[in-house]
Each structure stands twice: as C-alpha cells, then as structure tokens.
C-alpha cells in the first residue's frame, strides 16, 4: 500500500518543472511568524526594500537578544514575502488574525523553498486528496528517501541536517494546526483563507492548493 502511494506521489520527480536547487536553509531560517509579520508592515508602510533590515536591527524589531542574524533573517522574510507576487498578501500577513497570516506566510515559505513547496504538495496535499489522515515518521523518511534517491546535493546532506529539517517541518505543522503537536500521528482538517485561495490562484500555482486542503 506504502508502494503505491509512493507511486501517485512521486511519478515523475516531485515537481519536473521546478529547477531551482534544494536548500536546508529551513534549518536556521524556520518558519518566522513574527519576523515575518514585522517585516511585511513595514513594506507596507512604504520602507525601501534596502532600508528594512538596517531598521530591524537599529531597532531591534525582532526582539533578539543578539543582532547576529538580524539582518540575515531580515533578508529572508524580505525574500519570501516578494516571492509571493501579492501585495494583497503582504498586507494580511501585516493586519490579519493570526491563523489567517500565518497560513499565508507557509505559502510564502513554500514559494520561497523548494524543499517546504514539495514536502506540502506531494506529502501534505496528498494526504488529504487520498483522506488519509495518518501521519508519521514513515512519512516524513519516505519523503527524504526520495529526494537522496533523486538529487545528489540532498544525498550529501548529514543525517543531522535531515533530522533538523524533519524538525523544523514537523513545526511548520504545528504552527499551522496541521498537527496538535509535534508527537500527532493525525492530520487536522483544514480550511484554506480567500484570500490566500485567489492570490495563489492568480499566480497560476494552483499545484500547491492540495496543500491547503483544496482541490477543484
């Protein structure tokens, strides 16, 4: 049954027409809600893309007690948040209730990563279109087995790097209500947000609605 599923999940590569190189940034950049939601009000009040990280850090927005990776993490909110192509989106990630922005900033992860873009699409979305709503372990190794098996970058990843990234998804999960907590072996319904359904179909990304529980 494993081999089947593996099957409808993977026919042809995770996504064939996606180039970009698989990254484990994720390990230090996580999912930053807060970061992001600073970040996103900011661009909205009309900073200069250049002149954001140096505020965040001046002022230490993010609330560090370091500045060490301020500006860095800044950069990265800054990235994901243009990766989304929606100036609607960056405004409900800056004003929204949380369970809204939050849901937003994992789709503007997921434009951001290949690796977060494929683990929602052909694990997560693919759970609920076949209504399984079992989830574990198994699954999170069966997606990193197929991405050693398909890309040699990800094969010379250390164990420890895929045991992290495992982590920070599980997390990602969490945070979204996905899952309960990170030992749930059951996947919650979800409900995608209208406004992150007719962003992403205006993008033209409808692959990554079944990560959102939404299909046609």
């Known amino acids: 049954m494993v081999h089947m599923e593996r099957q409808r999940i993977n026919p042809a590569g995770m996504n064939p027409g996606d180039k970009r190189p698989y990254k484990a940034t994720i390990t230090s950049d996580q999912f930053l809600f807060h ?19 140096k505020k965040i850090a001046d002022e230490n927005l993010f609330q560090y007690p370091t500045e060490k990776s301020i500006k ?47 683990f929602m699409v052909t694990v997560i979305g693919e759970k609920y279109r076949l209504k399984n709503t079992n989830f574990g372990r198994i699954d999170m190794n069966s997606f990193f087995m197929r991405l ?45 947000q209208p406004v992150l359904e007719n962003a992403i179909r205006s993008n033209g990304d409808e692959a990554a609605l079944p990560a959102f529980n939404c299909f046609p």
């Open 148 to 192: 050693q098996e398909q890309d040699d970058a990800v094969a010379a990843w250390s164990d420890s790097t895929v045991t992290k990234i495992k982590q920070v998804l599980t997390k990602v999960l969490v945070e979204n209500e996905y899952l309960d907590n990170i030992r749930s072996s059951h996947l919650n319904p979800i409900y995608i």
């Open 35 to 53: 970061e992001m939601r600073i970040t996103a009000r900011l661009m909205i009040g009309g900073m200069a893309e250049n002149e954001i990280p």
């Open 72 to 118: 860095r993490l800044a950069s990265v909110c800054i990235s994901r948040l243009n990766a989304m192509n929606s100036n609607t989106l960056v405004q409900a990630i800056s004003e929204q209730p949380g369970r809204v922005a939050k849901q937003i900033c994992l789709y503007a992860m997921m434009k951001q990563s290949r690796l977060v873009w494929d």
